[in-house]
């Protein structure tokens, strides 16, 4: 095992920059360490460790944030804005309490992310500093908003509970009149998540698409899904990029409800209990597989799945990319998703 | 309460250098700088040692692997571990706990180069009211306004724009303005949220206006016995003084491990909350307590009553019945600069724990008291400098922004508060806390005592006094978050940085606790000092 362990790591070496197989793998052992094999999770270790960063509503690199808690449902919120222009240094104290009392914009249209971060529904907050990070720079690279939704994580809190924070959020979101914008004014929500997060996109987008809610598309970005069945993918790539099989098993025993198995729809979109898209108004998709990610079968099958139920679906797939890859901008893997990112939404 | 903005100004020669949007340069950094990749992931690691981390990072994985989970799970419930942001001396504490016979090249560098040191102005939390029901069934795709949501945010406007014109010395505006926030908070639910908080900068805008804006009022002084009276309110309505308490306790006791004489001293003695604790602690410590001495700082009493010696005499009973060698003294000061270092007897022989719950800020009025306060701590030789502070920083030179930081605050602290909803007379609790603000917003030169600052703050200010810190483990951690269930409250947060405690509201850390301890003075013969 010993030596399959450094091909591993030397394979893993060879395709990504330095600092990501530093920061991915740094995660992987302190998550090994925080999964206990019965189930249970550390979640005092985990909050000592996770890397937390404070909102600051003074403008980086023409980004600011705020936290909002929403009183009726205890979740938070973490907005992402880019300054205007010409107050970016020096500003006017206070000045930016006018931007709450106006729409983004009156004119153009302004899109706002919903961004659901990863974990595996188990790591990680809104406020961790890796996805805080990443948000500032969809922010500024989208020149809209971005709002991170703190949803309540698993084993603690299973399905549906990640689900239903983010119906709360979308909701949450399209009524607020600060983020309106166009000439007919609406807020123009686009769903968006890493892993668990992607996967919690899909099944607000189903909702809102239920419930008449508008979503104008969905951003995937490597989503956790799988099933019983084991694919091809998680087979070959087994350990070899920073994720193991059993990993992935545990985290879905820890978010599935006690006794169901992968087959439940929340993991196997479209397998034996997955619902029927066709002729539903679902929003489009950008669905990113990462070449090296041993999820990827399970991602294909859902692009497939949209496919086939008629939506319009686009797939990204970055053949040399690992998990994580977006992380840090130190790869070609992370400008190529920039780049579609942006065409995504301003299409 | 609505959501608001805070504006503040960007410290002096501060911007947040975590990686900006996209950053490609191509210029290799300083060697021994700190990585800016990393940086922006929340962890420190020199680029020149990026290769090495690494290396340790492959070797710990083929232990785990060696592993058995049971094991790995057992070993993590025994061990103690310290700022994670550290990453390469996180991956060397597994290492050892995994009990390797890993050889470290070079000696792993204790890092007390806070030049590094990004600067994270503290932000703030907005909070979305109490949604007015839906007008349209459950969900409306027009957007819904809930009315108190527009009213919040137009009070906190105002409340801006006020404070701006008191700052500009616009009184005739300021005065106009005033008047509007009345009736605004006269449309608002005042018995929470920004109605309530709101209410109270109101308050102290208008004592600032009416009195005077430029020198600052003058608060009037309460008895030692009202001053308790709310101090005691406050301690009970929400656990930001048990936190200070429990996580300075922890700190001390682990400080004076081994230690036969112990001498703790109390910057602010209060009615000894802290204390009994720690006493029982030290009874309980295998191999027995130590002799502990306690020397308790105070205002002189301004009612006839000695509370320092009745507090003192408390203490001594409690420790007398668990048997703890025990000995009090009292040291009557105004303020802390008042205090010569030959009133505390400190001796020699003894392990000191210098003791600073939200003392420290008070020195950072006009003239250099807290640098010489530093100074004679420093020459106490103490084992442990425990301090906690406000988490924010309430000492800015313009007013508005000093204003503003406040507002955000101090909404928080009470946001915090109000959900606290098992203690039911708060009123007390919110009168300490008003006592606060009114001495941020309507105060001035050494009236002003309240001159919180944050954390990043306070470590440039020890370090260059020549204190180096003590690391806060996940041990302290793991406690403080089982103190937090004590509290009905759910939304409290202990949070980790850099090997400091934090305890906040949400996302919002309010209170900052660190431990720090004395480097040595260099010889005068060798320093011709």
């Known amino acids: ?347 | 309460m609505g959501p608001y903005d805070s504006s503040i100004s960007p410290a002096a020669g501060s911007s947040n250098s975590s990686s900006s949007a996209c950053s490609s340069s191509t210029k290799p950094p300083p060697p021994d700088q700190m990585d800016h990749l990393l940086a922006g992931a929340g962890y420190k690691v020199r680029s020149n040692e990026l290769n090495q981390v690494a290396e340790r990072l492959q070797h710990l994985e083929t232990v785990m692997v060696k592993s058995l989970p049971v094991d790995i799970s057992e070993m993590v419930n025994d061990a103690v571990y310290y700022n994670p942001t550290d990453l390469a001396s996180w991956v060397d504490s597994l290492l050892t706990e995994l009990n390797t016979n890993v050889t470290v090249p070079e000696p792993v560098p204790v890092n007390t180069d806070l030049s590094d040191l990004h600067e994270f102005p503290s932000g703030m939390n907005v909070y979305g009211s109490n949604h007015a029901p839906e007008m349209h069934g459950e969900f409306s795709q027009q957007a819904v306004t809930p009315l108190e949501e527009d009213v919040s945010i137009r009070l906190v406007h105002v409340l801006m724009t006020c404070a701006e014109a008191v700052q500009r010395g616009d009184l005739s505006l300021a005065s106009l303005l005033i008047d509007d926030l009345q009736a605004l908070l006269g449309r608002v639910n005042s018995g929470c949220g920004i109605g309530k908080v709101g209410s109270f900068f109101v308050d102290a805008l208008s004592q600032r206006v009416v009195n005077s804006p430029e020198n600052g009022v003058v608060q009037v002084e309460l008895t030692a016995y009202e001053n308790e009276i709310l101090y005691h309110h406050y301690y009970e309505a929400c656990p930001y003084l048990k936190f200070a308490h429990f996580t300075a306790n922890q700190a001390i006791l682990e400080a004076f491990d081994g230690q036969d004489c112990v001498h703790v001293i109390d910057f602010n003695l209060m009615q000894g909350l802290q204390w009994p604790a720690l006493i029982q602690a030290l009874a309980l410590r295998p191999g027995g307590p130590p002799l502990l001495r306690l020397t308790g700082i105070g205002p002189p009493s301004n009612d006839g009553r000695d509370s320092l010696r009745e507090i003192g005499l408390k203490l001594a009973e409690l420790a007398r019945s668990v048997n703890v060698r025990f000995a009090f003294r009292g040291v009557a000061a105004s303020r802390l600069d008042d205090v010569k270092p030959w009133m505390l007897q400190v001796s020699p022989k003894e392990a000191v724990a210098v003791n600073s719950i939200m003392q420290l800020h008070k020195l950072l009025g006009p003239g250099p008291p807290i640098d010489l306060v530093l100074d004679w701590i420093r020459d106490l030789n103490p084992r442990i400098l425990m301090v906690v502070e406000q988490e924010s920083n309430h000492n800015q030179p313009e007013f508005l922004d000093r204003f503003t930081e406040s507002l955000y605050y101090y909404s928080t602290m009470f946001d915090s508060l109000d959900a606290c909803t098992a203690q039911p007379e708060k009123s007390l609790a919110e009168l300490y806390i008003q006592r606060e603000i009114c001495n941020v917003v309507c105060c001035e030169g050494s009236a002003r005592v309240e001159r919180h600052e944050p954390l990043v703050r306070w470590r440039e200010r020890l370090t260059s006094a020549g204190f180096a810190p003590l690391h806060l483990g996940s041990n302290a951690f793991k406690q403080a978050r089982m103190l937090l269930t004590l509290f009905s409250a759910e939304g409290y947060s202990v949070e980790e940085n850099e090997g400091c405690l934090t305890l906040g509201w949400h996302s919002r850390p309010l209170i900052a606790a660190s431990a720090w301890q004395a480097i040595p003075k260099p010889s005068p013969a060798t320093m011709g000092r």
């Not at chain 1, 989208?142 to 084993?155: E, F, H, Q």
């Not at chain 1, 087979?235 to 994720?243: I, P, S, T």
């Not at chain 1, 040399?320 to 070609?332: S, V």
Request: hydrophobic letters at 40%; aromatic letters at 10%; proline letters at 5%.
């Open chain 1, 1 to 347: 095992m010993a030596g399959s362990n450094e091909i591993n790591a030397n394979e893993a070496k060879k395709v990504v920059p330095l600092h990501t197989w530093i920061l991915i793998s740094n995660f992987k052992l302190a998550y090994n360490i925080l999964r206990r094999p019965d189930g249970t999770f550390n979640r005092e270790l985990a909050e000592f460790l996770d890397r937390k960063v404070a909102a600051n509503t003074v403008p980086v690199d023409g980004v600011y944030s705020f936290d909002i808690v929403d009183r009726a449902t205890s979740l938070l919120n973490r907005i992402y804005r880019c300054a205007p222009p010409d107050t970016d240094s020096g500003r006017q104290p206070g000045a930016g309490i006018l931007e709450l009392e106006n729409p983004l914009s009156t004119t153009e249209i302004v899109p706002v992310i919903i961004f659901f971060h990863g974990g595996s529904f188990t790591h990680s907050s809104a406020n961790s500093a890796i996805y805080d990070t990443f948000c500032r720079r969809l922010t500024a690279l989208i020149n809209g908003v971005v709002v991170s939704v703190n949803y309540r994580r698993s084993p603690e809190h299973r399905y549906p509970c990640a689900y239903e924070d983010g119906w709360e959020a979308l909701k949450w979101v399209h009524s607020r009149s600060w983020l309106l914008s166009g000439k007919n004014p609406k807020v123009h929500v686009y769903l968006a998540g890493d892993s668990s997060g992607g996967n919690i996109a899909h099944h607000v987008a189903v909702r809102a698409a239920e419930s008449g809610v508008e979503v104008l598309g969905n951003i995937l970005l490597h989503p956790l899904f799988g099933g019983e069945e084991r694919k091809e993918s998680e087979n070959k790539l087994d350990g070899k990029y920073f994720v193991r099989v059993q990993d992935r098993d545990w985290y879905w025993r820890a978010f599935l409800p006690e006794g169901e198995d992968r087959d439940h729809p929340a993991c196997n979109i479209f397998g034996p209990h997955g619902i029927d898209l066709k002729g539903v108004k679902f929003p489009k998709s950008l669905v990113v597989v990462a070449g090296l990610d041993l999820v990827q079968d399970w991602q294909l099958a859902y692009v497939r799945g949209l496919e086939e139920a008629e939506q319009q679906v686009k797939l990204l797939f970055l053949k040399k990319a690992t998990i994580g890859f977006y992380f840090l901008p130190n790869n070609e893997h992370f400008y190529t998703l920039m780049d579609e990112i942006k065409s995504f939404v301003t299409s």
